[in-house]
C-alpha cells in the first residue's frame, strides 16, 4: 500500500511538473493579469471622473445659471427682452449707437457669448451680419470687440469742447464739396423745445432731454431707427406726446431689468455715476412731470448748405464735429 501511495504520488507530481508553465510563460501571464488591473483601474478612474464632471456640469452650472442673469433666456423670441433692454440703454446713453439685433450662446457656468449687429445710423446697414459682440461672465461684461467703432464706449465731452472754434469749423465746411454729409454734436446756449429743433433746417437725429431737476438726462433718437425684429420704428413721423411715451417706457424698461445693465454704468457723456438705479429712478419720476420735450445737448445732420445755414444763426457753447461723409451715397464699413 505504502509502495502504491509512493508511486502514485511521484506520478502525481510528475504531472504537476509537467503542467507548470515554464518561466517566460509564467511572466508572461503575471504581465498580463497586471495589464488587465491596470486598465481596469484605468476604465474606472476616467468613469468615475467623467462621472464627476457631467455632475458638475448638470448641477453646478444650472445653479450659477441661476444666481446671475441669464441673457440666453431673456433674449428668446418673440419677446427679447434682453435685445430690447440693451436697445434702450444705449439709447438713452449716447447717440449714433443702435442695437438692430442680438443672438446669444451660452457657454455654461453664467458665461454667454453675445453676438450684436449694430449700427451708427450714419452707415450702410448689412442686415443679418454681426459686427461687434461681448461676453458675459456672472452678470460682468467683458472682452468687447467692437472694431474700427466706438459702440460700446462711453464718450465724455462730445458736449463740452471749450476750444471749440465756431467759425474755424464753419472755414473748413466751406472747403468741403457740395455733396459732403456732415454731422454735429452741439451744446446749444439755451434750451430748445421740441418743435424748434423740429424747424431747423438740419436733421436732429437725437437729443438728450433737458431735465434741470435731474442729475442724468437721458437720451432720445428723432430720426427713424433701423428695422429692428421687423418692427418700424417711424421717429420722424410721432408727435411730441407718443416721443415723451418713448423716453419714459426707455427709462421703465431700465428700471425694471437694472441688473442687465448697471455693470455697463449709467453715463450720460458728461458724468458717471456709481448709484445708477437710484440716479435712474429720479430721472424717471422727473420726467413724468414734463409738459415739454426740450434739449441743451443734440445731435444734427445735413448736407454742407443746410449745415452753413444752421450755424450761421447758432449761439453754440460747443460744437464738436462727429463725422463727415463726401457724398450721401458713401457707405462705411459696420
Known amino acids: 500500500m505504502k509502495d502504491w501511495n509512493e508511486k502514485n504520488l511521484d ?17 508572461k501571464k503575471i504581465n498580463q493579469s497586471i495589464n488587465r488591473r491596470i486598465r481596469k483601474i484605468i476604465i474606472i478612474t476616467v468613469s468615475a471622473t467623467l462621472i464627476f ?37 444705449w439709447e438713452l446713453s449716447k447717440p449714433y449707437t443702435e442695437i438692430m ?69 464753419v472755414k473748413q465746411i466751406e472747403e468741403l464739396p457740395e455733396s459732403a454729409i456732415i454731422y454735429l454734436a452741439v451744446s446749444d ?22 431735465q434741470p431737476n435731474a442729475e442724468f438726462q437721458g ?23 407718443e416721443l415723451k411715451k418713448v423716453y419714459l417706457s426707455n427709462l421703465k424698461n431700465l428700471l425694471d431689468n437694472s441688473e442687465l445693465w448697471t455693470d455697463l454704468g449709467l453715463c450720460d457723456g458728461r458724468k458717471a455715476w456709481t448709484d445708477e438705479v ?9 420726467a413724468q412731470k414734463l409738459k415739454t420735450l426740450e434739449s441743451e445737448n443734440y445731435c444734427v445732420s445735413g448736407k454742407k448748405d443746410n449745415i452753413l445755414t444752421y450755424l450761421q444763426n447758432l449761439e453754440e457753447q460747443s460744437i464738436f464735429v462727429e463725422d463727415v461723409s463726401f457724398t450721401s451715397l458713401q457707405t462705411k464699413s459696420n
Open 278 to 286: 437710484g440716479v435712474l429712478e429720479k430721472t424717471y419720476q422727473d
Open 101 to 169: 439685433d442680438m443672438e446669444v450662446t451660452p457657454k455654461g457656468f453664467a458665461n454667454y457669448e453675445v453676438q450684436v449687429q449694430v449700427t451708427d445710423g450714419k452707415s450702410e446697414v448689412q442686415l443679418g451680419t454681426p459686427n461687434a459682440g461681448f461676453h458675459v461672465e456672472c452678470g460682468k461684461y467683458t472682452d468687447m470687440i467692437e472694431p474700427n467703432q466706438l459702440y460700446f464706449t462711453h464718450i465724455f465731452g462730445r458736449f463740452e469742447q471749450p476750444y471749440s472754434n465756431k467759425e474755424e469749423i
Open 219 to 241: 437720451g432720445l433718437q428723432l430720426s427713424n431707427r433701423t428695422v429692428c425684429m421687423e418692427k418700424e420704428d417711424e421717429r420722424e413721423l410721432l408727435s411730441e406726446e
Open 11 to 27: 506520478e502525481e507530481l510528475n504531472t504537476l511538473v509537467e503542467e507548470l508553465p515554464t518561466q517566460n510563460d509564467l511572466e
Open 53 to 89: 464632471l457631467l455632475l458638475i456640469f448638470a448641477i453646478i452650472s444650472p445653479v450659477m445659471n441661476c444666481l446671475y442673469f441669464n441673457p440666453y433666456k431673456l433674449n428668446k423670441e418673440p419677446d427679447k427682452i434682453y435685445t430690447n433692454v440693451m436697445r434702450d440703454y
Open 189 to 210: 446756449s439755451k434750451a430748445r423745445t421740441l418743435s424748434e429743433l423740429q424747424g431747423l433746417p438740419v436733421q436732429v437725429d437725437w437729443m438728450q432731454v433737458y
